[in-house]
């Protein structure tokens, strides 16, 4: 909340107007970095400081033209959260970097540490003897011939399995036609790029969100601009504000058990989305890593199942649910696209493997996907059963966990005073990895460091790293609270 009467006016030449925009941008600047707050309205900001209300007019004009508030009519202005736009570098992306060696699981493996930092399943629940059955399918009927060029769209009777089985799991028509097959969500997440970008173009991402997406976007010149994620998903509204401003390509959203934060995009969202979508003209990316992996119950679907106007292009991927190896995903593209990504495709690899094809349509066809996930789901309940009974010990400490609806991770909010760094190096020097909430928003700014993420996908010694990790919590915590001592 700003803190009207502490903004001071001097008597330089300064116009009246830009030094209440300046003394407003301040205290933006220590407020909340996400963006949302509502602003005093004109009359109470001018009440307030003895000026017109046409100054106040101008101060909050002058702040939009920054790109520090938006305004939204018939309710007031509102500050926007507190990003730079990412744009294309030369140099690699560091925070991608560092994620990924420990969402990789290398750091882990290499250092025999505990990895509570990844978001991939554990071995132990690979499908290991199915997909043997369906590799030895391919070997048997096939023979050499399974391991031929094929189309680059991806082998054909699979692309017929996936239009079918998208229709009757997701409520999603479309025909094998649409479908391209590639080698995991982010060779998708690169293709698109590299179908629709041009340097210089607007991509809108949530904010905080997967830095894959982020990544790939950079790759290809793009200027990234984060919107931040709230209780129910997106804030349409800043959404609103940058497509109109920016006028984007492309809107990259995970609308289902949203990576990091787990939240899910709310159907009057889901609506208003798509008809953004329709009247500022860009596409929406669709990436739906966990959707199958539902823990409360509840079934949500793609935003794609009502995607009548063919703007949303959808990705899914299997790794997280069936084996990371197996490297292979899709994507249901709309028909206007098709032939650029495609060309994409091609130019990309020629074409994936199809003897890993051939063996997933057949564990398709032999109804393999549904029991798999159907044991996942059970197995990963009682993970999280057994991470929250931990976890909600630190709220002792002020640590606040968000509602875990699917997926394999818990967000955390850390307590005042408390740094996602400080408490990813504390866990490190006890050997447990968890992941820096910084590392999924577009740069390390101040007020976005107050965040952990902590996967309950592995079985393993699950107990004991949630054990460290909270006496290294309780250890931070008690640095900045001299007078108090958590027992």
């Given at each position: 909340m700003l803190d009207i009467v502490s903004i001071q006016f001097d008597k330089s030449k300064t116009p009246i107007y830009r030094t209440l925009a300046r003394g407003i941008e301040k205290q933006l600047q220590g407020s909340a970095a996400q963006g949302g707050e509502r602003l005093p309205s004109v009359r109470e900001m001018a009440g307030a400081l003895g000026v017109n209300n046409s100054t106040v007019i101008a101060a909050y004009r002058f702040l939009e033209e920054k790109g520090d508030v938006y305004t939204k009519p018939g309710s007031g202005t509102y500050s926007l959260p507190r990003t730079i736009p990412l744009e294309q570098t030369d140099e690699p992306d560091s925070l991608f970097l560092e994620y990924a060696e420990l969402s990789s699981g290398k750091l882990a493996c290499r250092e025999n540490m505990i990895n509570l930092a990844g978001n991939s399943p554990m071995a132990e629940v690979f499908p290991v003897e199915e997909f043997k059955s369906a590799v030895n399918q391919v070997l048997d009927s096939d023979r050499g011939y399974a391991f031929s060029y094929q189309e680059s769209e991806g082998y054909r009777p699979l692309r017929e399995i996936l239009?079918?089985?998208?229709?009757?799991?997701?409520?999603?028509?479309c025909r094998p036609d649409d479908i391209l097959i590639t080698s995991g969500a982010q060779q998708a997440l690169d293709l698109v790029s590299k179908a629709l970008i041009r340097p210089g173009d607007t991509v809108l991402s949530e904010m905080p969100s997967y830095i894959g997406g982020r990544s790939a976007f950079?790759?290809?010149?793009?200027?990234?601009?984060?919107?931040?994620?709230?209780?129910?998903?997106?804030?349409?509204?800043?959404?609103?504000?940058?497509?109109?401003r920016y006028k984007p390509r492309l809107l990259y959203t995970m609308p289902v058990y949203q990576t990091p934060t787990g939240v899910c995009l709310s159907p009057e969202k889901r609506e208003r989305l798509l008809a953004l979508a329709e009247k500022y003209d860009f596409y929406i990316l669709e990436d739906d890593l966990f959707s199958d992996l539902n823990l409360s119950g509840e079934r949500l679907y793609p935003i794609k199942r009502d995607d009548r106007a063919g703007r949303v292009i959808y990705i899914k991927s299997f790794s997280k649910l069936l084996m990371p190896g197996v490297r292979t995903g899709y994507i249901i593209v709309p028909q206007t696209l098709f032939e650029k990504l495609a060309a994409a495709k091609y130019a990309t690899d020629i074409s994936g493997s199809g003897f890993i094809q051939r063996a997933l349509a057949i564990y398709f066809q032999n109804g393999c996907w549904g029991k798999n996930v159907l044991g996942l789901a059970e197995t990963y309940r009682k993970q999280l059963r057994t991470a929250l009974q931990i976890v909600s010990e630190w709220k002792?400490?002020?640590?606040?966990?968000?509602?875990?609806?699917?997926?394999?991770?818990?967000?955390?909010?850390?307590?005042?005073?408390?740094?996602?760094?400080?408490?990813?190096?504390?866990?490190?020097?006890?050997?447990?990895?968890?992941?820096?909430?910084?590392?999924?928003?577009?740069?390390?700014?101040?007020?976005?460091?107050?965040h952990i993420r902590i996967s309950f996908a592995i079985?393993?010694?699950?107990?004991?790293?949630?054990?460290?990790?909270?006496?290294?919590?309780k250890s931070a915590v008690n640095q900045i609270s001299k007078h108090t001592i958590f027992i």
């Amino acid at each position: 909340m700003l803190d009207i009467v502490s903004i001071q006016f001097d008597k330089s030449k300064t116009p009246i107007y830009r030094t209440l925009a300046r003394g407003i941008e301040k205290q933006l600047q220590g407020s909340a970095a996400q963006g949302g707050e509502r602003l005093p309205s004109v009359r109470e900001m001018a009440g307030a400081l003895g000026v017109n209300n046409s100054t106040v007019i101008a101060a909050y004009r002058f702040l939009e033209e920054k790109g520090d508030v938006y305004t939204k009519p018939g309710s007031g202005t509102y500050s926007l959260p507190r990003t730079i736009p990412l744009e294309q570098t030369d140099e690699p992306d560091s925070l991608f970097l560092e994620y990924a060696e420990l969402s990789s699981g290398k750091l882990a493996c290499r250092e025999n540490m505990i990895n509570l930092a990844g978001n991939s399943p554990m071995a132990e629940v690979f499908p290991v003897e199915e997909f043997k059955s369906a590799v030895n399918q391919v070997l048997d009927s096939d023979r050499g011939y399974a391991f031929s060029y094929q189309e680059s769209e991806g082998y054909r009777p699979l692309r017929e399995i996936l239009a079918s089985f998208s229709r009757e799991q997701y409520g999603i028509g479309c025909r094998p036609d649409d479908i391209l097959i590639t080698s995991g969500a982010q060779q998708a997440l690169d293709l698109v790029s590299k179908a629709l970008i041009r340097p210089g173009d607007t991509v809108l991402s949530e904010m905080p969100s997967y830095i894959g997406g982020r990544s790939a976007f950079a790759m290809h010149g793009a200027k990234i601009i984060g919107v931040p994620v709230e209780q129910d998903g997106l804030h349409l509204d800043i959404a609103e504000y940058y497509a109109k401003r920016y006028k984007p390509r492309l809107l990259y959203t995970m609308p289902v058990y949203q990576t990091p934060t787990g939240v899910c995009l709310s159907p009057e969202k889901r609506e208003r989305l798509l008809a953004l979508a329709e009247k500022y003209d860009f596409y929406i990316l669709e990436d739906d890593l966990f959707s199958d992996l539902n823990l409360s119950g509840e079934r949500l679907y793609p935003i794609k199942r009502d995607d009548r106007a063919g703007r949303v292009i959808y990705i899914k991927s299997f790794s997280k649910l069936l084996m990371p190896g197996v490297r292979t995903g899709y994507i249901i593209v709309p028909q206007t696209l098709f032939e650029k990504l495609a060309a994409a495709k091609y130019a990309t690899d020629i074409s994936g493997s199809g003897f890993i094809q051939r063996a997933l349509a057949i564990y398709f066809q032999n109804g393999c996907w549904g029991k798999n996930v159907l044991g996942l789901a059970e197995t990963y309940r009682k993970q999280l059963r057994t991470a929250l009974q931990i976890v909600s010990e630190w709220k002792k400490f002020g640590v606040h966990t968000a509602p875990v609806k699917g997926g394999f991770g818990l967000w955390l909010t850390l307590p005042e005073g408390v740094s996602d760094r400080e408490i990813y190096y504390l866990c490190r020097e006890r050997r447990v990895l968890i992941a820096p909430g910084s590392c999924f928003y577009l740069s390390p700014m101040a007020g976005f460091d107050r965040h952990i993420r902590i996967s309950f996908a592995i079985a393993d010694r699950l107990e004991e790293g949630l054990r460290i990790a909270g006496e290294c919590m309780k250890s931070a915590v008690n640095q900045i609270s001299k007078h108090t001592i958590f027992i």
